[in-house]
């Protein structure tokens, strides 16, 4: 029987409404602590709302403080070769934040749809909200090591497959939950050879030399902007230090040396603080 590595685990989420609560007792029922459920803001609702009573419309914000927020309900035409542009308004809705009243600016035949509305989507989280939560409990319970920049893709170490077990439960737990739609991850384990080894060292080679490039990048801006402080330079000196921490992190995550990559980080420091000194220089020209 071969034996594996560790996983590589993504997930699919297309779902527009998952309930809060239900994600809350989904990590519960797991046994998953300390991780946090963000709450869903007044005006992800409203508009979710909005958008289903009146697919027609197009939405646009009024206003939105620490009060209220005010979206208007509009119809526009435009015309490029014309230079041409010409709007109408329907109505105006406004959600009070503190007390969830909605109040129009003229009369509508949406008043009572919209309540009903707000009421199935009340506290319902996008799909982006349920991936960070994913993306934590793998973070945070097993040693996951990211494979893309934009996130969405971890691999787990072996030593920590229970957790997976534990994060598709999750996931099964929220779709039964839902009207439409999917929550799903997806898991393709690692067959424990040195090829595997080197393959998933070098997806995390890729991830690790695009945080360092757009370290170098943001630092290098940084210089040549003559309104920019020196403290923006150092911090991207702290970003390339955690990245030496975490390579730590990966070795003992792969049970391999990183050495090629720890030295690339190491010249990144290097490089980050030759700009900070000059970025001091041109600051203080004495």
């Known amino acids: 029987m071969s034996m594996t590595c560790g996983t590589i685990v993504t997930w699919t989420i297309n779902n527009l409404f998952i309930n809060r609560g239900a994600v809350v007792n989904a990590l519960t029922a797991a046994g998953i602590a300390n991780i946090a459920v963000p ?4 005006r992800t609702y409203l508009r979710r709302a909005i958008k289903e009573c009146d697919q027609s419309g197009l939405i646009r914000v009024l206003s939105d403080d620490a009060k209220e927020i005010c979206y208007a309900i509009v119809d526009e035409e435009t015309d490029g070769e014309a230079k041409r542009w010409e709007g ?53 319970h097993a040693n996951a090591i990211p494979l893309r920049e934009t996130g969405g893709v971890y691999f787990v170490p072996e030593t920590h497959r229970h957790v997976i077990d ?57 210089l040549a902007d003559d309104k920019a402080r020196v403290t923006t330079i150092e911090k991207r000196q702290k970003d390339v ?36 000194t000059q970025k001091l220089a041109m600051a203080d020209p004495s």
Request: hydrophobic fraction near 45%; aromatic fraction near 4%; charged fraction near 25%.
């Open 166 to 222: 534990q994060l598709d439960t999750i996931a099964q737990a929220i779709a039964k939950t839902i009207r439409v739609g999917k929550v799903r991850v997806n898991r393709f384990e690692i067959v424990a050879t040195n090829r595997a080894a080197d393959d998933v060292s070098s997806l995390l080679d890729s991830f690790v030399t695009t945080k360092i490039e757009n370290y170098l990048k943001r630092a290098e801006e940084a």
């Open 241 to 276: 230090m955690a990245l030496i921490k975490d390579s730590k992190a990966y070795e003992q995550a792969l049970g391999v040396q990183l050495s090629a990559l720890k030295a690339k980080i190491k010249a990144a420091r290097l490089k980050v603080i030759k700009l900070a």
């Open 39 to 42: 709450s869903v803001e007044p």
């Open 88 to 140: 109408r308004m329907r109505t105006a809705i406004t959600m009070d934040k503190t007390t969830g009243e909605i109040t129009f600016t003229r009369n509508s035949s949406l008043q009572q749809q919209l309540q009903e509305a707000i009421g199935r989507n009340l506290d319902g989280m996008l799909p982006r909200d349920i991936g960070s939560v994913f993306k934590n409990i793998l973070t945070k």
